[in-house]
């Protein structure tokens, strides 16, 4: 009899939660409704048990199929999937849809820029513009050229012919320019700089698998988990190097005030001393929490630790991504190569934010890499207050997904051959009359990714050197690649190359 009573408890319980769900999503009732796969009292759990290969497809399938605005249930909870580029837009560039859903919470270091919530976001923001400016990421340069001379010399340790996993390479030089950019070069040289290293890949990697497990959202279940233990281990061993740093950076700093020795930036004059020494962005930090807008010392360790995790996966992901696209194409390698002979043929020519433009050929292939492999392909936005979209009426608190990678597949704007790869794309000619929200590689709106141009820098100066040095081949064949959902798009294979040495 218990039994029984419990089975019917149980019973009610589902119609109660569908009747709950049914009224508070009732604004949506006449968008379409992807294709459910599984599902129990009207409650999605198909993506549950998947593999991140099933997940990845089967969003982008249901992207591809609806075109504007519709429903996606994720267990109890309905997403907005928003597919149009112009809708895209305005949800992205509408001053009331700034926040980020509380998955994002996942990443923690919820101080920092990229998951803090709005309130703290917006005084960020407006404070850390100026830091990524084009004199500050030129001063980057001598470091970008110092990481990219020790990845060739390490790819030049590898025997002729011998197959490498490119990312292994890309992601260490990717970690070694974003370190000695945040945190200064004399991060690079520390004792533990390996394993912070590895333990921010490893923290990212927890991130990312969180977020796609529904069973994993509540953290009195995640705590349960071995991989709540590991995740906080690596947490604790990378914030004590990272914090060692802070405290050093700060104390020095506190010396060079008392001693007026502390050297006064000058934006106007290329000819200073100053003008032309890396802008650290741990020091500008600093110095900001002096000059302008306070950033205190949780701020300061949130933001250094923001930079690092998403400077990897931008740059590193980006020419890991790119290369193996130069050994599937070699017609196109042969274009980027004879490009960047013409204007960079040795170590002699000075590479500069400014000469960097003359690589035009070269941007076009790398804006097509990143069509095809948007680095962050899904993002989410949350609105603070109602908005109208589509003609309905969307009340606040709803959350909107995006999806980049089928964005830039869409036959109607890219043509029939928008899943072929070619850097043609983007002549000129071709972009003139393409809807201008049909790419999106990082993202859009007063939330789009403040590094962009840090990315794109540091993605053609590690290409100058790769490949002035070696020819990339591999026996991958661009149908053979298949992605992973998840925060970065990762494939699911290895970037197999084979390195052949360019004769001098």
């Not at 009195?220 to 004590?240: D, F, G, Q, W």
């Not at 991504?321 to 490009?339: D, G, P, R």
């Amino acid at each position: 009899m218990f039994f029984l009573l419990l089975l019917l408890s149980l019973f009610l319980g589902a119609l109660l939660i569908r009747e709950y769900l049914r009224r508070k999503y009732a604004f949506a009732k006449d968008l379409p409704v992807a294709e459910r796969t599984k599902e129990i009292f009207g409650i999605e759990y198909g993506l549950v048990g998947m593999t991140d290969e099933q997940r990845f497809d089967i969003v982008n399938k249901v992207f591809r199929d609806n075109d504007r605005l519709f429903q996606i249930w994720v267990g109890p909870v309905v997403l907005l999937g928003v597919s149009h580029p112009d809708l895209i837009q305005k949800v992205l560039a509408h001053t009331d849809c700034l926040q980020k859903p509380f998955f994002y919470d996942f990443v923690g270091f919820e101080h920092g820029i990229f998951s803090a919530k709005y309130d703290l976001w917006k005084g960020q923001r407006k404070a850390l513009n100026p830091t990524f400016n084009l004199r500050i990421l030129n001063s980057f340069v001598p470091i970008f050229v110092t990481c990219c001379r020790k990845l060739v010399d390490e790819m030049h340790q590898v025997k002729e012919g011998e197959t490498i996993d490119m990312f292994k390479y890309t992601s260490k030089c990717a970690l070694e320019m974003i370190c000695g950019t945040t945190l200064g070069s004399d991060a690079l040289n520390r004792d533990g700089k390996d394993a912070f290293l590895s333990h921010l890949e490893e923290i990212f990697g927890y991130i990312s698998r969180r977020m796609l497990g529904m069973h994993l959202h509540l953290d009195v279940i995640y705590k349960l988990t071995p991989s709540y233990r590991k995740e906080m281990h690596a947490r604790k061993e990378s914030v004590i190097f990272a914090s060692k740093i802070v405290q050093e950076k700060k104390e020095a700093f506190r010396l060079a005030q008392q001693t007026k020795t502390t050297p006064v930036s000058n934006d106007s004059d290329p000819e200073a001393e100053d003008y032309k020494k890396p802008q650290i962005f741990i020091d500008q930090l600093l110095s900001m929490s002096d000059n302008s807008r306070a950033f205190t010392d949780e701020e300061i360790l949130h933001n250094v630790f923001v930079m690092l995790v998403a400077g990897n996966d931008t740059s590193g992901l980006a020419v890991a991504h790119a290369s193996l696209f130069l050994a599937m194409y070699q017609n196109i390698q042969e274009k980027v190569y004879t490009e960047i002979i013409e204007h960079f043929p040795t170590e002699d020519v000075p590479v500069t934010a400014e000469s960097l433009k003359l690589l035009v050929y070269t941007e076009m292939f790398i804006k097509e890499v990143l069509r095809h492999c948007p680095v962050a392909p899904n993002i989410a936005r949350q609105n603070m207050k109602p908005i109208e979209l589509d003609g309905i009426n969307i009340p606040a608190g709803n959350v909107f997904i995006f999806t980049f990678w089928t964005l830039h597949r869409r036959k109607d704007i890219w043509g029939p051959n928008a899943y072929e790869f070619d850097p043609d794309n983007f002549l000129p000619e071709r972009c003139r009359d393409r809807n201008p929200n049909a790419y999106m590689p990082f993202s859009t709106g007063a939330r789009n990714c403040l590094g962009a141009r840090y990315a794109m820098i540091s993605v053609k100066v590690m290409l100058i050197y790769i490949l002035r040095n070696f020819r990339l081949h591999t026996e991958i064949r661009h149908e053979d690649i298949k992605y992973k959902f998840g925060m970065t798009l990762k494939m699911n294979i290895h970037h197999s190359i084979q390195l052949e040495k360019r004769k001098s």
